[in-house]
């Protein structure tokens, strides 16, 4: 069973600092997806990666294969961006994803 | 884009009384959707695998006669709980698989919250 671990549980900045949310795994995988939940539930998928490097706007995931580890970085960040960001891995030979706790951001005006 | 709704998105119910959810993929088929729970302050967890006309695939501890998924279509599923427990209220997520590019990725619905009285 894959075990995800997040890093920070909760991270409270100031808008426009450059945040960092790191993600481990123990299991080989065949994808790593970030996402992101609002206060209300709904989830949003940030990126798919299986390997390399990934940005969309301010948004940049990493991920290294051999240390199992990817980190998602937000640059300019602003309180709009305040949300849960989750980890999630899909094993080798899994359908199913396994979701990391998580990572409370708030990003203070 | 890939879309994917739930229905309905909050739900209140009696304990004793079943309850049905809805999962579509609005503009792509899906051979694959899986269903996730999330109970307050905790992770998502998979609770099944569901390929269309086939029998779902449960995760362990999940209860195949309580939580009956129907997989009918290429855009539906649905997940019924069946004699719902205060203890099953919960957060339900569905998301659907796409392949694009040779690769699949999972979209997911927007949730429903469960709650039984």
């Known amino acids: 069973k894959n075990e995800v671990e997040q890093s920070p549980q909760n991270l409270t900045a100031q808008e426009g600092e450059f945040i960092t949310i790191n993600c481990s795994y123990s299991v080989g995988i065949s994808a790593l997806h970030w996402l992101q939940q609002h206060p209300g539930g709904g989830i949003v998928s940030l990126f798919m990666l299986s390997s390399g490097k990934k940005k969309h706007g301010r948004l940049i995931a990493t991920i290294n294969i051999q240390e199992k580890h990817s980190s998602l970085h937000i640059t300019a960040s602003h309180p709009r961006d305040s949300a849960v960001y989750i980890c999630?891995?899909?094993?080798?030979?899994?359908?199913?994803?396994?979701f990391g706790k998580g990572t409370h951001l708030i990003i203070q005006p | 884009g890939a879309v994917v709704s739930q229905h309905p998105s909050w739900v209140i119910c009696k304990s004793g009384t079943s309850v049905k959810i809805e999962c579509r993929s609005l503009d792509f088929q899906a051979t694959t959707m899986f269903w996730y729970r999330q109970f307050p302050k905790q992770s998502l967890m998979l609770m099944a695998t569901s390929n269309e006309g086939s029998k779902a695939t449960y995760e362990q501890g999940v209860e195949k006669d309580k939580f009956l998924i129907n997989h009918a279509s290429l855009t539906l599923s649905t997940l019924t709980v069946t004699s719902a427990h205060p203890e099953d209220s919960s957060f339900y997520i569905c998301?659907?698989?796409?392949?694009?590019?040779?690769?699949?990725?999972?979209?997911f619905g927007p949730g429903t919250r469960l709650t039984v009285l």
């Open positions: 999630a891995v899909r094993s080798v030979g899994a359908d199913g994803l396994t």
């Open positions: 998301s659907a698989g796409k392949r694009e590019l040779g690769t699949d990725t999972q979209y």
